[in-house]
């Protein structure tokens, strides 16, 4: 646990030392306020359902720009060498680095929830939904930064690991769009495949069990993939 | 403190190391010495637990490198080739955290202390991004002794410094023998004869030669070699100077000055001394002359070389 935080606390000092952190949070909040503000003017609703619903786009992009240089700046620059001859288990290094990641997100996230204050001046928002959707956003972020973690695992080179953690994150947001063309039995397994089919009930202020356990069970499987993959670098 | 059997290594089809066996005593300052693409590094990344080796298996501190890594790994502290450091933290904050990933205890006083010891204390909070080739190399020094390991494994530490700082890397390594077993890789000969006690020659993945820095020079010269210089210009002295006990040869190489070939088990230059002193002669020097490693490093590495030419690579010595 010691390791896991060292890792954890140097690689967000690495996120607030480069110029990414920033760029991606002003881009995030740029957008995200910009959709709240429209969305806000043309519904005249105080709710956030279509605001968390056109976040995670930009989260299609958002989460790879954080999850892209974790592994892949350590394999570039060497310093990879050095952490894997530390007394220090490859799992630690994977999951402190999304921890750190996963801290990030959350700070700009966080930065959102004056969001709802606003709506709460200007009406009189239900909780529920509101609550219940930060719950999905933060979730489907944390399974994207582990994705990307993934694809960051299996390159040198960010620009390459960005790319890929965004093809890998679109292909699952759209797989369910197959189950139409397939038998019911292969279909339902491409809906519950997809990470959209998991998300909208939290709109809808539903904390579905099995949609958690979705979403923790792809976040997992990413981090253990991407473990192996840093351990098999060792027998190339 | 560190064994090392029948390490082999396969990437690929490539057989970068084939059957290495050696022993490192504690204490000992070990030279790894061969051309690029020998398998030094290779050697060094299977001690360090970084990769398995093909075959073989090696012991750091009575810790198998690659089914106990985890507990071999807190005995060593390992420096790689061309450091690979993060360019984007300070050096305080650099070592502060491979404190932590080595456990370090009294952390904050530690790092203090390694830090005078390599003379980084005024850039301590300078961006390693920012800092010199030297003081990379010494940061990436810093991190490798700041756990105080038993075993130091050090890949080419001299490269790319100036030859000031080469003396202070120099001197530092030798003063961590004896405390610890040091492990060093160079291609650059003079350093070996002057840091370690004992030399390990690897070419193509073998192990070419094994012993003291000077016991390799005589082996190859297959003797000691002694100078001397007497005043008395018109007498030849090589024969008087042949019957000298221990002396097998006597060539004249100039106005006075002879060398001769001595066996290497015994001490011969008193007994030199003493029968020129007897003849009456002059006396002006006499001197051992050991045969730089280099020279050894081209007799017993360079393949593409004939024998006369490396015949004249010792001569020339």
Same mark, same amino acid.
């Given at each position: ?7 954890? &606390? ?5 996120? #607030? ?10 881009? #995030? ?10 969305? /806000? ?28 240089? /974790? ?13 894997? =001859? ?19 997100? /959350? ?28 719950? *999905? ?12 973690? /993934? ?8 620009? $390459? ?14 797989? !369910? ?49 991407? =473990? @192996? ?8 | 403190?560190? &064994?090392?059997?029948?390490?082999? %290594? ?11 066996? #050696?022993? $490192? ?5 070990? *030279? ?7 398998? %030094? ?54 070592? !502060? ?39 990379? @190399?010494? $940061? ?86 002694? &100078?001397?210089?007497? *005043?008395?210009?018109? $007498?030849?002295?090589? %024969? ?46 006499? %001197? ?8 050894? #490093? ?6 593409? &070389? ?12």
């Amino acid at each position: 646990m010691r390791n896991l935080l060292a890792i954890t &606390q140097k690689e967000l000092n690495s996120f #607030f030392a480069s110029p990414i952190a920033y760029v991606v949070s002003a881009a #995030f909040l740029a957008v995200a306020g910009f959709l709240f503000v429209m969305i /806000l003017f043309i519904t005249r609703e105080a709710s956030l359902r279509y605001l968390f619903g056109n976040l995670v786009v930009i989260l299609f992009f958002v989460a790879p720009a954080i999850s892209m240089r /974790l592994l892949s700046e350590e394999f570039r620059s060497g310093s990879i060498e050095l952490l894997m =001859t530390s007394p220090i288990r490859d799992w630690e290094v994977v999951w402190g680095k999304w921890f750190a990641a996963l801290a990030l997100f /959350l700070v700009m996230v966080a930065l959102t929830f004056f969001y709802p204050l606003v709506l709460k001046l200007l009406g009189t928002p239900d909780w529920g939904p509101i609550i219940s959707g930060y719950i *999905g956003l933060i979730l489907m972020g944390a399974t994207m930064l582990a994705l990307g973690e /993934l694809t960051s695992s299996m390159t040198s080179n960010q620009i $390459v690991a960005a790319i890929l953690a965004v093809v890998v994150i679109l292909i699952l947001w759209l797989i !369910d769009a197959l189950a139409q063309y397939t038998t019911p039995a292969i279909g339902s397994v491409f809906n519950n495949l997809a990470l959209s089919s998991h998300y909208s009930a939290f709109m809808k202020g539903v904390i579905d069990t099995k949609d958690v356990l979705y979403f923790l069970s792809v976040i997992v499987g990413s981090l253990f993939l991407a =473990t @192996q993959i840093l351990q098999s670098r060792r027998w190339r | 403190m560190i &064994q090392a059997e029948n390490l082999t %290594k396969f990437y690929g089809n490539f057989q970068a190391l084939s059957g290495i066996s #050696f022993e $490192v005593e504690k204490g000992e300052i070990l *030279g790894f010495l061969g051309p690029n693409g020998a398998g %030094k590094t290779t050697t060094m990344r299977i001690l360090t637990g970084y990769m398995p080796p093909s075959d073989g298996r090696a012991m750091v501190a009575g810790y198998d490198t690659f089914e106990e890594s985890l507990e071999a790994r807190k005995h060593i502290g390992y420096m790689p080739e061309t450091v690979p450091l993060y360019t984007d933290m300070t050096v305080a904050g650099y070592l !502060d955290f491979m404190g932590k990933l080595r456990h370090v205890s009294d952390r904050r006083n530690r790092i203090a202390e390694v830090m005078e010891r390599l003379d980084l204390t005024d850039r301590a909070d300078t961006l390693i991004g920012r800092l010199s080739k030297g003081y990379r @190399q010494r $940061v990436g020094l810093a991190q490798a002794i700041l756990h105080d390991p038993e075993v130091l494994i050090l890949d080419e530490p001299t490269i790319g410094l100036d030859p000031r700082q080469i003396i202070e890397v120099r001197n530092l390594i030798k003063s961590l023998g004896g405390e610890h077993t040091v492990i060093l890789s160079t291609h650059i000969l003079p350093e070996v004869s002057q840091v370690a006690n004992r030399v390990l020659i690897i070419n193509k993945g073998r192990l070419v030669a094994e012993d003291t820095p000077e016991n390799l020079t005589a082996r190859l010269k297959g003797g000691r070699t002694i &100078q001397v210089e007497i *005043g008395d210009r018109g $007498v030849d002295a090589t %024969k008087v100077l042949r019957e000298v006990a221990g002396v097998t040869k006597v060539e004249k190489i100039g106005e006075g000055k002879y060398e001769l070939t001595c066996d290497s088990d015994q001490e011969v230059s008193p007994l030199v001394a003493k029968k020129i002193v007897s003849e009456g002669w002059p006396l002006i020097e006499l %001197k051992k002359v050991s045969l730089s490693l280099e020279d050894i #490093f081209l007799h017993l590495t360079t393949e593409e &070389q004939t024998d006369i030419e490396e015949e004249m690579e010792v001569q020339n010595a």
